[in-house]
Protein backbone atom coordinates (compact mmCIF):
# COMPACT_ATOMS: atom_id res chain seq x y z
CA UNK A 1 0.00 0.00 0.00
CA UNK A 2 1.79 3.33 -0.96
CA UNK A 3 2.16 6.54 1.66
CA UNK A 4 -0.33 8.08 -0.12
CA UNK A 5 -3.13 5.76 0.43
CA UNK A 6 -2.15 5.32 3.80
CA UNK A 7 -2.36 8.89 4.64
CA UNK A 8 -6.13 9.10 3.35
CA UNK A 9 -6.91 5.82 5.24
CA UNK A 10 -5.68 6.81 8.40
CA UNK A 11 -7.38 10.71 7.86
CA UNK A 12 -10.73 8.77 7.24
CA UNK A 13 -10.80 6.33 9.87
CA UNK A 14 -10.10 9.34 12.30
CA UNK A 15 -12.75 11.94 10.89
CA UNK A 16 -15.13 8.47 11.24
CA UNK A 17 -14.25 7.85 14.84
CA UNK A 18 -14.84 11.82 15.54
CA UNK A 19 -17.83 12.37 13.75
CA UNK A 20 -19.49 9.01 15.52
CA UNK A 21 -18.23 10.47 18.75
CA UNK A 22 -19.94 13.92 18.01
CA UNK A 23 -23.12 12.37 17.08
CA UNK A 24 -23.42 10.40 19.76
CA UNK A 25 -24.06 13.13 21.65
CA UNK A 26 -22.43 11.63 24.43
CA UNK A 27 -18.94 11.86 24.19
CA UNK A 28 -17.92 15.44 26.69
CA UNK A 29 -16.07 18.41 25.00
CA UNK A 30 -12.90 16.92 27.50
CA UNK A 31 -13.25 13.72 25.74
CA UNK A 32 -13.18 15.09 21.75
CA UNK A 33 -10.54 17.38 23.11
CA UNK A 34 -8.35 14.28 24.99
CA UNK A 35 -8.76 11.89 21.27
CA UNK A 36 -8.13 15.52 19.14
CA UNK A 37 -4.43 15.33 21.36
CA UNK A 38 -4.25 12.00 20.68
CA UNK A 39 -4.09 12.29 17.34
CA UNK A 40 -2.21 15.38 16.90
CA UNK A 41 -4.68 17.71 16.32
CA UNK A 42 -4.52 22.26 15.97
CA UNK A 43 -7.86 21.44 17.66
CA UNK A 44 -5.94 20.15 21.21
CA UNK A 45 -6.28 22.13 24.44
CA UNK A 46 -3.39 20.51 26.58
CA UNK A 47 -4.21 23.33 29.18
CA UNK A 48 -7.39 20.54 29.46
CA UNK A 49 -5.58 17.83 30.24
CA UNK A 50 -4.60 16.16 33.57
CA UNK A 51 -1.07 15.01 34.34
CA UNK A 52 -1.96 11.59 33.67
CA UNK A 53 -3.80 12.54 30.67
CA UNK A 54 -0.74 14.34 29.20
CA UNK A 55 1.12 11.04 29.99
CA UNK A 56 -1.23 9.35 27.90
CA UNK A 57 -1.51 11.88 25.45
CA UNK A 58 2.73 11.39 25.28
CA UNK A 59 2.45 7.77 24.56
CA UNK A 60 -0.06 8.00 22.16
CA UNK A 61 1.69 10.32 19.72
CA UNK A 62 5.08 8.37 20.51
CA UNK A 63 3.36 5.23 19.40
CA UNK A 64 1.62 7.10 16.04
CA UNK A 65 5.23 8.56 15.15
CA UNK A 66 7.14 4.93 15.31
CA UNK A 67 3.99 4.16 12.68
CA UNK A 68 4.55 7.24 10.97
CA UNK A 69 8.57 6.30 10.23
CA UNK A 70 7.95 2.46 9.80
CA UNK A 71 5.24 3.75 6.92
CA UNK A 72 7.74 6.38 5.67
CA UNK A 73 5.40 9.38 5.81
CA UNK A 74 7.06 12.74 5.88
CA UNK A 75 5.30 13.26 9.52
CA UNK A 76 8.11 10.61 10.63
CA UNK A 77 9.96 12.21 13.85
CA UNK A 78 13.13 10.77 13.72
CA UNK A 79 14.82 12.39 16.98
CA UNK A 80 11.77 10.97 18.87
CA UNK A 81 12.57 7.09 18.83
CA UNK A 82 14.75 5.01 20.75
CA UNK A 83 17.85 2.96 18.89
CA UNK A 84 15.75 -0.07 18.54
CA UNK A 85 12.62 2.15 17.29
CA UNK A 86 14.99 3.72 14.86
CA UNK A 87 15.97 0.29 14.03
CA UNK A 88 12.37 -1.40 13.49
CA UNK A 89 11.51 1.57 11.63
CA UNK A 90 14.06 1.89 8.97
CA UNK A 91 13.86 -2.04 8.48
CA UNK A 92 9.87 -1.42 7.41
CA UNK A 93 10.46 1.46 5.74
CA UNK A 94 12.79 -0.65 3.05
CA UNK A 95 11.00 -3.03 3.11
CA UNK A 96 8.10 -0.79 1.93
CA UNK A 97 9.92 0.57 -0.44
CA UNK A 98 10.85 -2.44 -2.16
CA UNK A 99 7.34 -3.37 -2.10
CA UNK A 100 6.77 -0.13 -3.76
CA UNK A 101 9.24 -0.69 -6.47
CA UNK A 102 8.05 -4.38 -7.28
CA UNK A 103 4.67 -3.31 -7.71
CA UNK A 104 5.60 -0.28 -10.10
CA UNK A 105 4.40 2.21 -7.84
CA UNK A 106 5.62 6.08 -8.33
CA UNK A 107 6.19 6.46 -4.50
CA UNK A 108 9.39 4.01 -4.89
CA UNK A 109 12.57 5.13 -4.65
CA UNK A 110 15.12 3.28 -6.91
CA UNK A 111 18.27 4.48 -4.79
CA UNK A 112 17.28 2.58 -2.23
CA UNK A 113 17.74 -0.51 -3.49
CA UNK A 114 20.79 -3.26 -3.54
CA UNK A 115 22.35 -4.19 -6.91
CA UNK A 116 19.96 -7.26 -6.38
CA UNK A 117 17.27 -5.93 -6.00
CA UNK A 118 17.11 -2.98 -8.87
CA UNK A 119 17.95 -6.11 -10.96
CA UNK A 120 14.89 -7.77 -9.52
CA UNK A 121 12.73 -4.70 -9.94
CA UNK A 122 13.90 -3.86 -13.65
CA UNK A 123 13.44 -7.16 -14.54
CA UNK A 124 9.77 -6.82 -13.18
CA UNK A 125 9.47 -3.46 -14.96
CA UNK A 126 10.38 -4.65 -17.85
CA UNK A 127 7.60 -7.83 -17.87
CA UNK A 128 5.09 -5.23 -16.89
CA UNK A 129 5.64 -2.87 -19.63
CA UNK A 130 5.68 -5.87 -22.44
CA UNK A 131 2.46 -7.39 -20.78
CA UNK A 132 1.25 -3.43 -21.67
CA UNK A 133 2.15 -2.92 -24.75
CA UNK A 134 1.02 -6.50 -25.50
CA UNK A 135 -2.70 -5.44 -24.08
CA UNK A 136 -2.65 -2.36 -26.35
CA UNK A 137 -2.80 0.06 -22.85
CA UNK A 138 -1.39 3.84 -22.89
CA UNK A 139 1.23 2.81 -20.34
CA UNK A 140 3.07 0.90 -22.68
CA UNK A 141 6.42 2.48 -23.58
CA UNK A 142 7.48 0.55 -26.69
CA UNK A 143 11.16 2.21 -26.53
CA UNK A 144 11.79 -0.25 -23.82
CA UNK A 145 10.75 -3.31 -25.35
CA UNK A 146 13.95 -5.85 -26.51
CA UNK A 147 13.64 -6.98 -30.13
CA UNK A 148 11.81 -10.35 -29.05
CA UNK A 149 9.40 -7.99 -27.24
CA UNK A 150 8.53 -6.42 -30.08
CA UNK A 151 7.84 -9.06 -32.53
CA UNK A 152 5.54 -10.37 -29.64
CA UNK A 153 3.83 -7.06 -29.30
CA UNK A 154 3.32 -6.99 -32.79
CA UNK A 155 1.59 -10.56 -33.00
CA UNK A 156 -0.47 -9.62 -30.32
CA UNK A 157 -1.42 -6.69 -32.23
CA UNK A 158 -1.88 -8.44 -35.46
CA UNK A 159 -4.20 -11.44 -33.21
CA UNK A 160 -5.82 -8.27 -31.67
CA UNK A 161 -6.94 -7.38 -35.24
CA UNK A 162 -8.04 -10.42 -36.57
CA UNK A 163 -10.49 -10.96 -34.11
CA UNK A 164 -11.97 -7.12 -34.70
CA UNK A 165 -12.23 -8.22 -37.86
CA UNK A 166 -13.87 -11.89 -37.51
CA UNK A 167 -16.81 -9.85 -34.98
CA UNK A 168 -17.37 -7.56 -37.31
CA UNK A 169 -16.11 -4.61 -34.80
CA UNK A 170 -15.39 -1.30 -35.61
CA UNK A 171 -11.71 -1.40 -34.65
CA UNK A 172 -11.07 -3.92 -37.62
CA UNK A 173 -8.49 -2.55 -39.98
CA UNK A 174 -8.44 -5.07 -43.17
CA UNK A 175 -5.19 -3.38 -44.40
CA UNK A 176 -3.56 -5.12 -42.05
CA UNK A 177 -4.75 -8.60 -42.68
CA UNK A 178 -2.90 -11.09 -44.48
CA UNK A 179 -4.61 -12.81 -47.49
CA UNK A 180 -5.10 -15.89 -45.88
CA UNK A 181 -6.87 -13.47 -43.13
CA UNK A 182 -9.11 -11.81 -45.45
CA UNK A 183 -10.53 -14.57 -46.88
CA UNK A 184 -11.21 -15.92 -43.04
CA UNK A 185 -12.24 -12.65 -42.37
CA UNK A 186 -15.14 -12.83 -45.72
CA UNK A 187 -16.08 -16.15 -44.27
CA UNK A 188 -17.27 -14.86 -41.38
CA UNK A 189 -19.34 -12.01 -42.27
CA UNK A 190 -21.06 -14.25 -44.58
CA UNK A 191 -22.34 -16.62 -41.97
CA UNK A 192 -22.73 -13.80 -39.63
CA UNK A 193 -24.68 -12.05 -42.89
CA UNK A 194 -26.63 -15.58 -43.13
CA UNK A 195 -27.51 -15.95 -39.50
CA UNK A 196 -28.72 -12.78 -38.99
CA UNK A 197 -31.21 -13.32 -42.14
CA UNK A 198 -32.11 -16.62 -40.58
CA UNK A 199 -33.07 -15.36 -37.31
CA UNK A 200 -34.54 -12.02 -38.76
CA UNK A 201 -32.01 -10.04 -37.63
CA UNK A 202 -29.92 -6.68 -38.63
CA UNK A 203 -28.00 -6.47 -40.67
CA UNK A 204 -28.59 -8.69 -43.12
CA UNK A 205 -27.99 -8.44 -47.01
CA UNK A 206 -29.88 -11.12 -49.01
CA UNK A 207 -27.79 -10.17 -51.88
CA UNK A 208 -24.71 -12.15 -49.80
CA UNK A 209 -26.68 -15.69 -49.70
CA UNK A 210 -26.37 -18.60 -51.86
CA UNK A 211 -29.34 -20.16 -53.11
CA UNK A 212 -29.30 -23.08 -50.35
CA UNK A 213 -29.18 -19.96 -47.15
CA UNK A 214 -32.15 -17.85 -49.06
CA UNK A 215 -34.31 -21.38 -48.99
CA UNK A 216 -33.27 -21.78 -45.29
CA UNK A 217 -34.15 -18.11 -45.02
CA UNK A 218 -37.42 -17.82 -46.45
CA UNK A 219 -38.41 -21.24 -44.58
CA UNK A 220 -37.70 -19.36 -41.45
CA UNK A 221 -39.28 -16.41 -42.43
CA UNK A 222 -42.49 -18.52 -43.16
CA UNK A 223 -42.44 -20.18 -39.79
CA UNK A 224 -41.83 -17.06 -37.86
CA UNK A 225 -44.84 -15.57 -39.27
CA UNK A 226 -47.00 -18.56 -39.03
CA UNK A 227 -46.23 -18.57 -35.42
CA UNK A 228 -47.10 -15.31 -34.78
CA UNK A 229 -50.34 -15.82 -36.71
CA UNK A 230 -51.11 -18.42 -34.35
CA UNK A 231 -50.02 -16.24 -31.27
CA UNK A 232 -51.90 -13.61 -32.54
CA UNK A 233 -49.36 -11.20 -32.81
CA UNK A 234 -49.42 -7.97 -34.20
CA UNK A 235 -46.72 -8.47 -36.77
CA UNK A 236 -48.69 -11.62 -38.74
CA UNK A 237 -49.14 -11.18 -42.57
CA UNK A 238 -51.90 -13.19 -43.47
CA UNK A 239 -51.16 -12.97 -46.98
CA UNK A 240 -47.87 -14.32 -47.03
CA UNK A 241 -49.54 -17.76 -45.42
CA UNK A 242 -49.82 -20.69 -47.93
CA UNK A 243 -53.55 -21.89 -48.32
CA UNK A 244 -52.85 -24.90 -46.14
CA UNK A 245 -51.69 -22.42 -43.10
CA UNK A 246 -54.71 -20.15 -43.69
CA UNK A 247 -56.91 -23.32 -43.43
CA UNK A 248 -55.42 -24.65 -40.58
CA UNK A 249 -55.81 -21.12 -38.52
CA UNK A 250 -59.17 -20.91 -40.07
CA UNK A 251 -59.75 -24.33 -38.14
CA UNK A 252 -57.97 -23.37 -35.05
CA UNK A 253 -59.62 -19.87 -34.75
CA UNK A 254 -63.21 -21.33 -35.68
CA UNK A 255 -62.48 -24.20 -32.43
CA UNK A 256 -61.52 -21.05 -29.72
CA UNK A 257 -64.76 -19.62 -30.94
CA UNK A 258 -67.24 -22.42 -30.41
CA UNK A 259 -65.25 -23.22 -27.03
CA UNK A 260 -65.82 -19.12 -26.20
CA UNK A 261 -69.34 -19.46 -26.71
CA UNK A 262 -70.03 -22.38 -24.92
CA UNK A 263 -68.65 -21.91 -22.00
CA UNK A 264 -69.15 -17.61 -22.07
CA UNK A 265 -65.40 -16.93 -21.53
CA UNK A 266 -63.01 -14.69 -24.18
CA UNK A 267 -64.31 -12.92 -27.13
CA UNK A 268 -67.41 -14.95 -28.66
CA UNK A 269 -68.88 -14.35 -32.08
CA UNK A 270 -72.13 -16.33 -32.66
CA UNK A 271 -72.08 -15.49 -36.48
CA UNK A 272 -69.40 -17.34 -36.80
CA UNK A 273 -71.07 -20.26 -36.20
CA UNK A 274 -72.91 -23.38 -37.79
CA UNK A 275 -76.40 -23.80 -36.89
CA UNK A 276 -75.81 -27.37 -35.66
CA UNK A 277 -73.23 -25.49 -33.51
CA UNK A 278 -75.56 -23.13 -32.28
CA UNK A 279 -78.12 -25.35 -31.07
CA UNK A 280 -75.71 -26.86 -29.28
CA UNK A 281 -74.99 -23.38 -27.13
CA UNK A 282 -76.70 -22.91 -23.81
CA UNK A 283 -79.58 -20.18 -24.73
CA UNK A 284 -77.68 -16.63 -24.68
CA UNK A 285 -78.83 -14.80 -22.02
CA UNK A 286 -81.19 -11.68 -22.42
CA UNK A 287 -79.54 -8.55 -22.70
CA UNK A 288 -79.81 -5.79 -20.17
CA UNK A 289 -82.16 -3.45 -20.68
Avoid at 149 to 157: D, E, F, L, S, T
Wanted: net charge negative.
Amino acid sequence: MSTGTRNVLRFLVAAFVLSQASGAGQTSTHDRNLAACKDGWSLCDRAMLSGSELTEVEAARHSKNIDDCRSGLPSCDQSQLTPSEANSAAVASYQLNLSDCKLGLQSCDHTRLSRREAIAVSAGEQERNRSDCIDDLSSCDTSQLTPAQRIQVIQAAQQRNLGNCENGWDLCDQSKLTPSEFRLVQTFERQRNANNCRSGGEPCDHSKLSAAEMKQVLAMKRQRNLQSCTDGEASCHFSDLSKAETAALQTKDHQRNLKACAEGIGYCDRSLLTEVELRSLPAEPPAKK
